[in-house]
């Protein structure tokens, strides 16, 4: 395998004849990575609906949802895939748990204590959602995989308006070899009945579907009840989950206020306000290469809503400026000439 | 010869000496001479009908009529939960279900509860240890349902009686371990005694407020509910004989039953009949044990004697008239100890 260091990747919408190579992708997928799409109609499905959402002039966030690929711009292979939803919850509502803190107390016996309880709620419905994160060489991955995950946040900053203000992303939660999930194991299995891995099988790796207000408590579960192995579990990434944990978690997301209804996994959110892609990202005028000053290493993504790319670039793009300074290859891998608007922020 | 009988003031020595023996885990006899000081002044003027209805506390001493001795107690609560809130949780039933699924979840659920609130409690029941034999038990435990047989007017709502929960041998609550003490960080005995200097309730203001599936506790605390300590079955036995029932409400701290029952369900109220004492040279041979009361409410009193009922009538000799404070013609309540055996 060749080293990817150097190779020059570009983020672009998926298109349809990346059908084939996203099926061979699926074939290697882990099981604990559940927001990929596996068989081929559901991938037909998901590259459809990307290409008409990016297609759609919505006035408002709704059911669209935006595949994303990434691509070695030397083989034209493609590496990585990335999505993101308009909203959790476009065909029904999102369900995650809340880490909510019920204080319980007696005055008479001068006792006040908190309990740490988990409210099965609907608060991310309205939010966007990133999913489907995927990198094939995660091991060897270089700034490609931020590249990746990161993308999708200033496509959101190019058009506000396609997305909500706040945005998640629910990581895998901690399971064993054989793919049980203590925390599955002391809540939803009491409630579905069956393995965490034919759960998610049946569901799709869905949170937005009816039977599960149908199955799961609506009650808050207390924490404290639950066996300590299930607690140990609450907020854990799945190994599988590390780098896009960390490279959100660096972005400016937030992991301790939700997490998932199935394994326990964290759910990161955050306000568009709080993350680097949109606070410190600066629109810019691209201008040609020069040479001599001081380069940075950046995201640069077009700010057109229509074919939609970023890239990773060494560019001059200085503080006091509106302009940019990329070099050929980049402008060819973004399918920019000079005088074309960006978005750029540091990676 | 035993009697029981409605409790009187001077009984209150007797009953300090009783309430010594009691030991933990009874919360409503501690031998503290000015809790039951009160307790008997209560009682006192609860059968002088001196106060309210619901106020009332009827408290019965079981005496030694040859030694003149207090060697049980036991008594009847008018009304749970008025002065402070009377807890339990509910065992209820919630059904997940998923047709796309398939998949059909029928959860038990513990429902904090005060709907036992007004009920009428049987309670406070010690039986000194030295007389524990034969029938006095049942008798003691028995002679409150002739209370009720003969002043029905006055449990309007249902009975109830709290049954101590199940404990493993070192004495600890499997339901407790699970549950409570997550929420008090204090140990059973703590939370117990402060239950016994009625804070109960305060207690109660730290338990989870939200429904609790069953399904979440270890095994071992779920198999507890509804299950009473091992030295308590044979006095669960005993109210279920005279109509009392689990109905899904437990203690909210061991889980231990509470049994329960309307008036009109009581063994005592259909079976138990007026008759009109006669005076008998010996006592009948051969005869099933009855429970035999008077119809005042001052100076109550329930035997048991080897006596039946015919047309209204029931021989009882000049001793069993002495222990009820009775004379031939006085009109007494009577109920076989013992229900009918239901042969298939």
Redesign the interface.
């Known amino acids: 395998m060749t080293h990817t260091g150097n190779a020059m990747f570009v983020v672009r919408p998926v298109e349809t004849a990346d059908i084939p190579a996203l099926e061979a992708l699926a074939t290697v997928v882990t099981p604990g990575v559940h927001t990929l799409p596996r068989s081929r109609a559901t991938i037909e499905r998901a590259v459809e609906r990307s290409i008409a959402s990016f297609g759609a002039q919505p006035d408002i966030p709704s059911d669209e949802s935006y595949f994303l690929v990434l691509e070695n711009a030397g083989d034209r292979s493609i590496a990585g895939t990335a999505a993101i939803a308009a909203t959790a919850g476009s065909s029904g509502t999102f369900f995650a748990f809340r880490n909510d803190v019920?204080n319980?107390?007696?005055r008479?016996?001068n006792?006040s204590?908190n309990?740490h309880?988990l409210t099965l709620c609907s608060d991310l419905t309205g939010y966007s959602q990133l999913s489907s994160f995927y990198m094939r060489d995660r091991r060897g991955a270089g700034p490609e995989a931020a590249l990746l995950s990161r993308a999708r946040l200033l496509y959101a900053a190019v058009a506000p308006h396609r997305f909500s203000e706040k945005f998640f992303a629910s990581m895998s939660g901690i399971t064993d070899d054989e793919g049980c999930s203590p925390f599955w194991e002391?809540?939803g299995r009491?409630?579905?009945?069956?393995d965490f891995l034919e759960a998610e099988r049946?569901?799709e790796g869905a949170r937005n579907r009816?039977?599960i207000v149908?199955?799961?408590?609506h009650?808050?579960?207390?924490v404290?009840?639950?066996?300590g192995e299930a607690q140990a579990a609450m907020g854990q990434v799945h190994e599988e989950g590390e780098l896009p944990f960390q490279i959100l978690s660096d972005e400016g997301f937030e992991p301790d206020e939700y997490i998932d209804i199935f394994d326990g996994g964290p759910i990161l959110q955050a306000h568009r306000n709080a993350l680097r892609s949109f606070s410190h990202s600066s629109r810019r005028t691209v201008s040609g290469d020069a040479c001599g000053d001081e380069r940075t290493r950046c995201l640069v993504a077009t700010a057109r809503e229509n074919a939609f790319r970023a890239v990773v670039a060494d560019c001059i793009c200085p503080e006091l400026s509106d302009s940019v300074a990329l070099d050929g290859a980049a402008m060819r891998a973004l399918d920019v000439v000079a005088g074309d608007s960006v978005l750029c922020v540091t990676l | 010869m035993l009697v029981v009988r409605a409790i009187r003031e001077q009984d209150l020595d007797g009953l300090l000496a009783l309430a010594e023996l009691v030991g933990s885990g009874m919360t409503t006899l501690k031998p503290d001479r000015k809790s039951l000081g009160q307790r008997v002044e209560i009682a006192c003027a609860s059968f002088a009908e001196q106060i309210a209805p619901a106020q009332r506390d009827y408290v019965f001493v079981m005496e030694d009529a040859a030694l003149g001795k207090v060697v049980g107690v036991c008594a009847i609560k008018s009304a749970v939960g008025l002065d402070e809130p009377f807890y339990n949780y509910r065992i209820g039933t919630l059904v997940h279900s998923s047709k796309e699924l398939k998949v059909f979840s029928r959860m038990d659920t513990l429902y904090l509860s005060n709907d036992l609130t007004g009920c009428a409690e049987l309670c406070s029941l010690f039986l000194h240890p030295d007389y524990r034999q034969g029938i006095n038990g049942k008798l003691l435990s028995k002679s409150r349902f002739m209370f009720v047989a003969q002043f029905p007017h006055l449990f309007s709502e249902k009975l109830i009686a709290e049954m101590r929960g199940y404990q493993r041998a070192d004495g600890r609550s499997p339901f407790w371990d699970s549950l409570g003490r997550h929420f008090f960080k204090m140990e059973f005995d703590r939370a117990d005694d402060l239950t016994s200097l009625g804070k109960k309730s305060f207690i109660a203001e730290l338990m989870p407020r939200h429904p609790l599936y069953v399904a979440y506790l270890p095994q071992e605390a779920q198999e507890v509910i509804g299950r009473v300590h091992v030295d308590t079955a044979p006095a669960r036995r005993l109210l279920e004989q005279e109509g009392m029932h689990y109905e899904g409400y437990v203690d909210i701290f061991d889980a231990g039953p509470v049994l329960q029952a309307r008036v009109a369900e009581l063994r005592s109220l259909r079976e138990s009949e007026l008759a009109i004492a006669d005076l008998a040279a010996e006592e009948a041979a051969g005869e099933q044990s009855t429970l035999v009361a008077t119809t005042r409410m001052q100076d109550f009193r329930v035997i048991a004697a080897p006596a039946h009922a015919r047309r209204g009538r029931l021989a009882l000799t000049a001793q069993h008239h002495e222990l009820l404070g009775c004379r031939a013609g006085d009109a007494v309540r009577a109920m076989p100890l013992n229900p009918k055996k239901h042969h298939a």
């Open positions: 019920l319980q107390v007696s008479d016996l006792i204590h309990v309880a002391a809540l009491k409630f579905f009945q069956m049946m569901i009816t039977l149908e199955l799961m408590p009650y808050p579960v207390y404290p009840l639950l066996p």
